[in-house]
């Protein structure tokens, strides 16, 4: 990893290598636009039919790609997304610019008549080699109760086959919320069965539609995320948004990886774990493949950033804090330099996150943080973890937060692992 990209460092557990991405993020989102042609229930951009006003013009988009062609190596990915990216009259002229200034680009749009065959092959000739598509339920009735189009979940399925006979490699958004949950399993096969290799379970966070929403839990997070190291097994990578402890969940697994041991008793797990891992092993029998989970220490505000369709900085899509705009100064320039994002990429939390032996490799979900608190250096309330007796001196050089550390506490989580 170049080191512009981040610090190194030796102080997450286990000695391994952790970055802080201090001079740039590894992935920059563009909401590029309000419209999309659905009108999901739990959607955080409250997308709409029609273009908001004040969306960033072609050439401040330019703009934007532009300054990441100058940022030092590897050049951060841009992640294309809206509403939908599709409804974007210029979306081929802006991805032939990052092609010819060689910035990687990815697209996450919504599946609809726009995402056709033409438009796959003028994106592919752009350089464009990834996409993901939502799919929140492993049948039609969950899937359309959440997107409001009958025959979206076909339309769906054939859009997944559609993007891999272009040359995408297509990514799965799953949104786990109490209505869905216990289709994890069934989720899960159906990648497997039609050819995805990555599935990307987001962890809603009440913002945007999403308010109305039901989550899942609080016992239950532990449970999913033990499941989903489950679902890393059979050849599909598994990343979480908006979970970052799913990292300390997997690292606890793989360190207790003799296959006589049942994480249900070792971990002392819930009902909701018991019913996903029996539905998986009935789909898909055992496991075929290693764990397979990142590595890379993201989380909101740290290797990740986000610009909204008009031109507005935030850490990341699910935590509405803003930090300046575009139009006034460079993205890279107020990822860089914001003290809330300084804090976050230095894990300065001053309440468990904070002591955590897994501070950096995990953190906590700030936006989650944020919702719950109004503080997005808080306490992430779905962690159940209580990390062992660690004093630590706590000194954010942004003077957001100063505070002793000295909490006692055994090494264990709400839930009595």
């Known amino acids: 990893m170049d080191e512009a990209v981040g610090r190194h460092s030796l102080d997450a557990p286990h000695g391994r290598r952790v970055m802080s991405f201090d001079r740039a993020p590894r992935l920059v989102f563009w909401e590029t636009t309000k419209a999309c042609p659905l009108a999901c229930v739990h959607c955080r951009a409250t997308a709409q039919r029609d273009p908001a006003p004040g969306e ?3 050439e401040e988009g330019k703009a934007i790609i532009d300054e990441l062609a100058g940022s030092p190596r590897p050049v951060p990915i841009l992640i294309l997304t809206g509403g939908d990216c599709l409804q974007r009259a210029d979306l081929g002229e802006l991805t032939a610019y990052a092609k010819s200034v060689r910035v990687p680009v ?10 056709n065959a033409a438009t796959l092959s003028m994106l592919h000739a752009n350089g464009v080699r990834s996409a993901s598509l939502s799919l929140d339920g492993a049948v039609a009735e969950t ?3 959440v997107r409001q189009i009958p025959g979206h979940f076909a339309d769906t399925i054939r859009a997944i086959s559609l993007l891999q006979e272009h040359g995408f490699a297509v990514q799965i958004n799953t949104a786990v919320m109490a209505q869905n949950v216990r289709e994890l399993a069934d989720i899960a096969a159906l990648l497997v069965r039609h050819g995805v290799r990555t599935w990307e379970v987001f962890f809603l966070i009440g913002v945007g539609r999403g308010n109305a929403i039901a989550e899942i839990e609080s016992n239950e997070y532990e449970d999913v995320c033990h499941f989903l190291v489950d679902a890393s097994q059979y050849g599909v990578v598994v990343r979480t948004v908006e979970a970052p402890f799913f990292r300390r969940v997997r690292d606890w697994r793989m ?9 249900a ?17 009935e789909q898909m029998g055992k496991p075929t493949s290693r764990v397979l989970a990142p590595t890379v220490a993201t989380r909101d505000g740290k290797g990740i950033v986000f610009v909204g369709h008009d031109g507005r900085v935030y850490p990341a899509g699910f935590l509405p804090l803003p930090l300046g705009s575009v139009r006034d100064k460079g993205v890279l320039e107020i990822y860089r330099d914001d003290p ?12 468990r996150c904070g002591r955590c032996e897994y501070a950096d490799e995990c953190g906590g979900s700030r936006a989650r943080a944020y919702a719950d608190t109004g503080d997005p250096l808080a306490d992430d309330p779905a962690c159940s973890y209580l990390p062992p007796i660690r004093d630590r001196v706590v000194t954010n050089r942004s003077d957001i937060h100063t505070q002793q550390l000295t909490t006692v506490v055994a090494p264990t989580t709400l839930e009595g692992i």
């Open 56 to 58: 960033l013009t072609t």
């Open 106 to 115: 990815a697209i996450s749009p919504s599946v609809s008549s726009s995402l």
């Open 143 to 145: 899937h359309e109760q």
């Open 255 to 263: 360190k207790r990886s003799d296959a006589s041991l049942d994480p």
């Open 265 to 281: 008793v070792e971990f002392g797990l819930g009902p909701l774990y018991r019913e996903l891992r029996d539905r998986l092993r």
């Open 340 to 351: 809330v994002l300084k804090a976050i990429r230095r894990a300065e939390f001053p309440g």
